[in-house]
């Protein structure tokens, strides 16, 4: 039960949050949309009640849009445009591999995904939601749909995501791209701890007709790690090991390759027209969602 008294809606955030969430709206940089109605305004005009602009009339153009009050000041006939409202797709991946159950950052991305979906849907966007866990098979998934009927199937499948498997996050992108349609955003919520270039995938996506949206989830101790002593690293996906024997030695590499991935992964996403950020995993989900999103253009209040 929340503070209010009313029955909590979901287990990942509170209906004080919720409330707030339901208010949002993705702001896309590209007009990536479909040809069913929706509420983002197409690069072409359409059949809105708001008008754009005006053009010259050529041969076979529907007569009910002749602006005939210019027609008669200046005997030349023109068409009055209105802005055209078509649908967004908004594909959700989840990166659900073993790695990210280290410091709840599956719990920050599912409540992260839950925010996206909820503004989408109660926006007219189609949302779909891919929870990517085995290198191998179906990934298990949220048909594409729309509307605030579709918000409880979408927390149900959010909260029962569990963690667990070996794709890799440029794996888990191509398989997501098998089974999605439509021309939009692709949101990725993943640590990106790969040891992979993920320039083909991304590729992928942006030929998909789909803007990338990349949000790495860290926990704070793969951030600014504390380490002393001898040390044996055990990959949670993998079951290699790694023997250290310097410690401080291995952290000066290690944030060197971590701010030198970081900002691969930003350019990548900004060549092909989309966006990036680095969070952790114990950042309020307030100020993710304010301070970060909000601040930088993701969404609108």
């Known amino acids: 039960m929340s503070t209010s008294g009313k029955t909590q809606l979901t287990s990942l955030f509170d209906n004080r949050l919720l409330s707030r969430v339901e208010r949002m709206r993705l702001q896309p940089i590209r007009r990536l949309t479909n040809r069913s109605q929706g509420e983002h305004l197409a690069g072409k005009g359409g059949s809105s ?24 000041r200046l005997r030349r006939p023109y068409i009055k445009q209105f802005l055209h409202e078509e649908e967004l797709h908004v594909a959700i991946m989840i990166d659900a ?72 996050v440029e794996d888990a992108i191509e398989q ?3 089974f999605h349609r439509g021309r939009g955003i692709a949101i990725l919520l993943s640590d990106f701890l790969t040891f992979s270039d993920l320039g083909r995938c991304m590729n992928l996506l942006f030929s998909s007709g789909l803007e990338i949206w990349g949000l790495q989830i860290l926990g704070e101790s793969e951030y600014a790690p504390d380490l002393q002593g001898d040390l044996r690293f055990v990959d949670s996906e993998t079951g290699q090991t790694l023997d250290i024997t310097n410690a401080s030695e291995l952290l000066n590499l290690y944030h060197g390759q971590r ?28 100020s993710v969602l304010y301070d970060t999103l909000c601040r930088q253009g993701w969404i609108l209040k």
Not at 49 to 72: E, L, Q
Not at 103 to 128: D, H, T, Y
Not at 259 to 276: A, D, K, P, V, W
Request: glycine share 8%; hydrophobic share 35%; charged share 25%.
């Open 97 to 168: 591999s073993s790695s990210m159950l280290f410091e709840e950052k599956l719990l920050r991305a599912r409540q992260l995904a839950a925010a996206f979906s909820i503004m989408g849907l109660l926006n007219a966007e189609r949302v779909s939601i891919y929870a990517m866990h085995q290198q191998e098979g179906q990934p298990s998934l949220i048909s594409p749909g729309t509307g605030r009927s579709k918000i409880r199937e979408v927390l149900t499948f959010l909260e029962s995501i569990e963690g667990g498997g070996n794709v890799p």
């Open 176 to 178: 997501m791209l098998r």
């Open 259 to 286: 701010e030198y991935q970081t900002e691969i992964l930003h350019q990548q996403c900004r060549r092909r027209s989309g966006r990036f950020v680095s969070t952790l995993s114990n950042t309020p989900l307030e």
């Open 49 to 72: 009640t708001d008008f754009a602009d005006y053009r010259d009339y050529a041969a076979g153009d529907d007569m009910r849009y002749v602006d005939w009050n210019i027609f008669a």
